[in-house]
Every structure is written in C-alpha cells, then in structure tokens.
C-alpha cells in the first residue's frame, strides 16, 4: 500500500502548489525532522504531564471549592471520558486539514483551557474546562505522531519516536514529583498555570518549525454518523469501566452500557463498510501487525497503569511517604524509560519489532511479579530494582507498538493511526485501573475478616467492615480517634498486611497479562509504510 506526498510549503495550510516531499526540508528551519521533534515534544509534555500531575491536587481542590468526592472523581473522569471519545475522530481531523494546524490550535486550546481552570471560582467550572483540555488534548496527541510520521524518513522513525516516548514516559512519571512541589510550596492553581508557558513555547516553536505535510489521497470528507457511532461506542464502554468499581461488575447498569457499547461498536464496522469515506476503513485490520500492536499497546497498558495504580498507594499508606517522595522513589522507572527509548528505537531499527516487543514484554512480567513480592519492609533499593526493570521493558514497547501501528498504516490515515495507539493506551489503562481494582477489592474483602480476627480486634458490624476495606484499598489503615496506641499499631498492622496481599494478588495478575502481551508481539512486525511521504533532507 503506497500513497504519495504534497506538502503546503507555505506552513499555511491552503492551496500553495504541491512540491515533492524531499525538496522543502532543506528551505532553512521549517520542517527539520529534529526541531520538529523537540516542537511537538514539548507540546505532548504538556497532555502527559497532566495525566497524573491532577491526582496531586486533588485534595487541595477539594478543600478550598468544598468539593465533594464524587466531585473530584469527576475532575479526572472528565478529562478522560473526553480524551478516550475524540481521539480517533481528532487524528481525523488531523489527516484532512493537517497535522499542524491540528496541533496547534490543540496545544493553544489545552493551555488556555488549562489557564482557566486554575481561574476557577467553583468545581463547576473546574470540570467544565477539565473536559475542553481533555478535547484540545486529543487533537495534538495524534497530530504530533502524524508530523513524525510525515517527517522522518523509516530508518529515523523508530529513533524519533523513541524520543517521544521517553518525553511521555518522562512526564508521566514526573507529574506527581512537580505536583508535590507545586502544590505543597505554591498552591493548587499553579499544577494547571505550569502549562501556559509551555504552552506559549510549543505554539512559537509550531509556527516557526512546523511544516504541513498532507497525503494526496487524504480524506475530503467527513463520516460523521461513524463518529457518532464510535463516539457513543467508545463513551459506553469506558463509562462502565469507570462506574465498575463504585457499582460493582455485576450490577445491570454497567452491563447495559457495555451492551450498548457492543451493539454501537457493531453498528459502526457495518456502517464503515457502506460509507464512501469511512472515519476508518476496516481495511486496516486486515493488517495482522497493525490489529496486533493496538491489541499489544492495550495489554501493556493494562498490565503497567493498572500496577502502578497501587503502588501509588503503598508508597504513601503503607510506607508513610509524601507526594514527593513517593515521586522520587519512582526515579529508577523513569529514568530507566528515559535511557531505555532512544536506545529500543536504534535497537528496533536494526532487528525489527517483534524481538525488542516480545523481550519488553517479558521483562514487564518479571517486573510485576517482582512488584507482587513488596512488603511492609521491602528495602528502597529492592524497590528501585524492580521500578527500573519494569521502566526498562515499558521502553522497546512504548516505541515498538506506536511505530508498529502508525507504520503498517498508509500515510494519508496516520492521523487516525495515531489515535488508534493513544485510544489503545488510554481504554488499556483504565481497563488495567478497574479490573486489577476488583482483583485487590475481591481479596481485601475475603482476607480482611479473617486477618482482624486472628489480630485479637474487637469484632466489627457489616458496615463498619466495609468501611474499614475500603479504607484498606487505598492503603489507609481506619484508626478511629481516640484509638489506644497498642489497638491502632494492630489496627495499622493488619490493615497494611491485608492491602500487602491485595497489591500481590493485582500484580499477579498484571504479570499474566504481560505474559499473553508476549505472545501477541511475534505477530508484529516492521511498518510496511513507515517510509512513504517522510522526506527530509536535515537528518
């Protein structure tokens, strides 16, 4: 599958007349692969960094608007129902009025949207324009991968967007390091106003650098009935994985959306075979690497979102660490993240996918099994073992996956590639939130009874028990005040060894996710069109 390349050399967007491709990099900054790196780098810092800088801030929203918890929930449900729903439709978007107009009008919307929340006077207001930064997101995330694509020619591709993902990986990361800081030394606004210089910087350095690339064949036309479908199909299905939790699995609720997200999923792919211009051509599944890498970016994202969920937890309720230090103890992952992409990209450039996928993967599975054999006492330098290990096998997968997805795509759809990895990652790691969630819920409710009498404690009602195992989940040990010393130390004890064994039940069963994402990676294999359309001459 091939597709040829024009490109508005104008940077503009409108008619300007159509050159090839390898002529307009050498035309001074504008269009050099690298400096087109470093611009929408900077901008997906920005979505990345507010995927987990937010959590931080949370309880200081929730004390100075006197929001409710249900309130707070929403502040990142919001932005992530939004994000998960417009994604494929953003990359769209991107693929038929360019992938740099796209990205800029996302970033200056994601800051501005991020300015006024951090204006706010209510939590109203805060979770109206938490849902415009998750919808400004979703353009640039996509976009951003559709300008590497256009850009770099195949033999970079795999290193550019092992860069990218050490940015993402990096930022992730580092979102509740500067959280803690900001909102311990500043105030809780200032985790929303960090993105408006980075925002004003990527817009500069987007108006100056970036250059429009556009595929001859790009879709003139919009299905806009496939949106809705997918759309409706997509919020149904992420609804009931968020609701699943608080509702229980078995509830009807969140079965009749996951009915209504199946029935819509099947209205769509019949839909798509009709329409002349399809939001996406079905035609793309047929490529066995591309279907095998969004199944391969959903279980890896399963697999790590989902454990690192409660690590979160253990390091602040069981091992008593604040929001920065807890940050700091994750260094070794981050770091390891940041060394281990550029590093996976050269080595996927020289040996193909399957083999760095499949090892990542493996050494993913080790690091949950790892993970799951943490104690009240495990050593920071234990810790530090297994958080590096697992950042060196998140890595090759995080660039192996993206290149293998957007690669096996034909040009003119690397919009809607892109949005397929990031919906892939997204839906993975809320998929990995809710069902390791009822893997910790369902053994801290079977051994929590057990464990509090064998301690000596004084029996407790139904409702005081579940009170106590949903405290026990997040880490926290429920001491009422007043408490003796001697009845809160035992009270502390078994709580922590009973969220110990909820933590290990989950990150057993994060490792045998990985284990199946093993065998899915030998079916990947190096993007048939990674090299169509990027021509630049600066490399």
Known sequence: MTS????????????????????????????????????????????????????????????????????????????FLALAVSLITAGKLGDRFGHRQTFLIGVAGFAASSAAIGLSQGITMVIVFRVLQGLFGALLMPAALGLLRATFPAEKLNMAIGIWGMVIGASTAGGPILGGVLVEHVNWQSVFFVNVPVGVLAVALGVWILLDHRAENAPRSFDLLGIALLSAAVFCLVWAIIKAPEWGWGDTG????????????????????????????????????????????????????????????????????????????????????????????????????RIPLAGGMALTALAMYGMSTLDTHTGSGVMSLWFALLGLGLAPVMVGATEVIVGNAPLELSGVAGGL???????????????????????????????????GLPPLAPEQLEGAATAVQKGGAPVPPGTPEAIATKITDVAHDTFISGMSAASLVAAGVAVVAVLVAFLTKRGENAGVGAGAAHI
């Not at 937010?54 to 309130?71: F, M, R």
């Not at 029935?263 to 066995?288: M, Q």
Request: glycine letters at 12%; aromatic letters at 8%; zero cysteines.
């Open 421 to 455: 990895q990031q919906s892939a990652m997204q839906v993975g790691g809320s998929l990995g939130t809710a069902v390791l969630g009822a893997v910790m819920a369902s053994k801290v409710d079977n051994d929590l009874p057990g464990n509090w009498t064998d301690a």
């Open 4 to 79: 040829q390349t024009t490109i508005d050399t104008t940077g503009s967007g409108g008619d300007a007349p159509a050159v090839p491709s390898g002529a307009t990099s050498a035309k001074g900054m504008r269009g050099h692969p690298w400096l087109t790196l470093i611009t929408v780098a900077v901008g997906v810092m920005m979505v990345a960094l507010d995927g987990t800088i937010v959590a931080i801030a949370n309880p200081a929203i929730g004390e100075d608007l006197k929001a409710s918890w249900s309130d707070l929930q929403w502040i990142t449900n919001a932005y």
């Open 254 to 353: 969140v079965w009749a959306f996951i009915i209504a997200s199946l029935a819509s999923f099947g209205f769509f792919a019949y839909w798509e075979t009709k329409v002349k211009e399809p939001l996406i051509p079905l035609g793309l599944f047929r490529s066995v690497p591309l279907s095998a890498g969004v199944v391969l970016m959903v279980l890896m994202a399963i697999s790590f979102m989902g454990g690192l969920f409660f690590v979160t937890f253990y390091l602040q309720g069981v091992r008593g660490l604040g929001p920065v230090d807890a940050g700091l103890h994750l260094l070794p992952l981050t770091g390891m993240m940041i060394v281990g992409s550029p590093l996976a990209g050269a080595m996927i450039t020289k040996v193909g996918p």
